[in-house]
């Protein structure tokens, strides 16, 4: 048998004592009442601290640091003009009778491209060698005269300024003659023509667009502060909307002596030879100036880096952890940025979803992209 329990229980009356025996039977109860109770209280208890230590993954896109050449570049633009460019004008006044020449024509220096009615100018040439011709043959006769002593001296010099006149008058005939045919200055294309057979022009008017497309030029401004960086017979790429997928070359040949002091930029011109490609005065270009190369280096996609403070920080991953790296850049250049120190090369680095991480944050490879993938 069990010892029976006593308790005492006060009340308002005092003190009594009161006694209750405890049997095997309700002792057995209680117990497996107790071991179901903790059971269940331990299950659900387990249940809830699983679920807490639950813990949600970081998803990352990284790539491993390769090597590799990273160059920096000065981009211009501008528009390209020919070497050599003129607007042809008549120097007489008369109708267009003869045209010989059309848009796209080469021409070469001196050739003949148009004539303007010169009847009147062709008499006047006429009139101007029989002139000369009767002033010859009098001075011919007055120097026999004045070598007989037959003609005085004052009159022989006066046939001899009329000769000289008649001479200068056929000059002045020759020249308006040569004014009515419209001739080439130089070699090059025609641009553009003006005029239509039976116009009537005058000295004011352009009759033709002469181009030599054989040297072209950009004219361009660079900021002082990168002047020094360039050279004389610099060589640069050119490339141009028209030929999207052909890059030409382009040299540089002249730098201002001065600075605009409005803008602070140096006027610069580089040179281009018309013979690449079909290029064409007036089309719109730019020119990709290497200004510094560094080989053989540690790159990384610049859209990696994260700046605190304007310090550049990286994450690179490791065991399912990512692990804050401050780095020291060097040249930066399109999407590429170089990596003097701050990790290793071929460290895996974080190049998307760092922007929530810290250090030590376990994280979730979904990707793992190599230098030559987008």
Not at 313 to 341: A, H, P, Y
Request: with cysteine; proline share 4%.
């Amino acid at each position: 048998m069990l010892p029976e329990k006593t308790k005492r229980i006060a009340n308002k009356k005092g003190l009594q004592e009161f006694t209750f025996t405890v049997t095997p039977f309700f002792l057995l109860m209680s117990f497996t009442f107790l071991l179901l109770f903790n059971g269940c209280e331990f299950q659900i208890g387990g249940k809830k601290k699983d679920e807490d230590k639950k813990e949600t993954l970081a998803p990352v896109v990284v790539q491993p640091s390769w090597t590799g050449d990273i160059s920096t570049y000065l981009r211009l633009n501008g528009v390209l003009e020919p070497e050599k460019e003129v607007q042809i004008y008549s120097r007489a006044v008369g109708q267009i009778v003869e045209l010989s020449v059309e848009e796209g024509d080469y021409v070469k220096p001196g050739q003949f491209l148009a004539r303007l009615d010169n009847k009147e100018q062709e008499l006047s040439l006429a009139r101007a060698r029989t002139a000369v011709k009767r002033e010859q043959a009098l001075l011919q006769r007055a120097e026999k005269l004045f070598n007989k002593n037959l003609m005085a001296e004052d009159e022989f010099e006066r046939i001899k300024l009329s000769l000289q006149d008649a001479e200068l008058r056929l000059k002045q005939s020759e020249l308006s003659y040569q004014y009515t045919q419209i001739t080439a200055p130089f070699s090059g294309t025609i641009a553009e023509r003006y005029i239509n057979y039976g116009d009537r022009i005058d000295v004011a008017r352009p009759l033709f667009k002469l181009v030599d497309k054989r040297t072209l030029h950009i004219d361009s401004w660079v900021a002082e502060t990168d002047i020094s960086k360039l050279a004389i017979g610099l060589k640069t790429i050119l490339t141009t909307p028209a030929f999207p997928n052909h890059e030409f070359t382009a040299v540089l040949v002249r730098i201002s002596p001065v600075v605009d002091p409005t803008y602070g930029k140096v006027k610069v011109t580089f040179e281009v030879s018309g013979r690449q490609g079909n290029l064409k005065p007036g089309q719109f270009i730019e020119l990709r100036i290497t200004l510094e190369t560094h080989k053989n280096v540690q790159l990384i996609p610049k859209k990696a880096l994260v700046y605190e403070a304007g310090v550049p920080v990286l994450f690179i991953n490791q065991d399912s952890l990512s692990f804050r790296r401050c780095v020291k850049l060097g040249l930066k250049t399109g999407d590429l940025v170089e990596i003097i120190s701050g990790i290793e090369l071929g460290e895996n680095v974080i190049v998307e979803g760092q922007a929530t991480l810290r250090d030590s944050t376990r994280v979730k490879i979904v990707s793992k992209r190599m230098k030559d993938e987008g």
